[in-house]
C-alpha cells in the first residue's frame, strides 16, 4: 500500500512564508515526476509545480519566482517552498507523484494540506 503525506500546512500572513512536504512510503520500486496542485474553494484544482525525478522543474505562471519545488529522493520526499505568500494562494494543496513498483506505473494523490493566507 503506498501512501503521500502532506504536511507543513497552516495560517499563515500575507508576505509570509511556508514549506510543505510530501513523504511516499509503502512498497515500490522508484518515484518519478511529483508534483503539487491545489484547489481553492469553489475553484478547481490546478497545478502548482513538478520535478523530475533527475530534479527538473516546471511551474504555473502564477508561482514562478514565489514557490520552489525540490525533492530527496532518499527520503522519497517533495517540497514546495512558498515565499510571499498571498490570500490567493489560500487552498487545500496537493502533492501527487507516478510510483512504479517494478511492472507499471500508478498516479497516486495525498489527502492534501490546508493553507490559509490571512491577517
Known amino acids: 500500500q503506498v501512501q503521500l503525506v502532506e504536511s507543513g500546512g497552516g495560517l499563515v500572513q500575507p508576505g509570509g512564508s511556508l514549506r510543505l512536504s510530501c513523504a511516499a512510503s509503502?512498497?515500490?520500486?522508484?518515484?518519478?515526476?511529483m508534483a503539487w496542485y491545489r484547489q481553492a474553494p469553489g475553484k478547481q484544482r490546478e497545478l502548482v509545480a513538478t520535478?523530475?525525478?533527475?530534479?527538473?522543474?516546471n511551474y504555473a505562471d502564477t508561482m514562478k519566482g514565489r514557490f520552489t519545488i525540490s525533492r530527496d529522493n532518499a527520503k522519497n520526499t517533495v517540497y514546495l517552498q512558498m515565499n510571499s505568500l498571498k490570500p490567493e494562494d489560500t487552498a487545500v494543496y496537493y502533492c501527487n507523484a507516478d510510483i512504479g513498483n517494478g511492472y507499471s506505473r500508478v498516479n497516486y494523490w495525498g489527502q492534501g494540506t490546508q493553507v490559509t493566507v490571512s491577517s
Open positions: 520535478i523530475t525525478s533527475g530534479g527538473k522543474s
Open positions: 509503502g512498497n515500490f520500486f522508484a518515484i518519478d515526476a
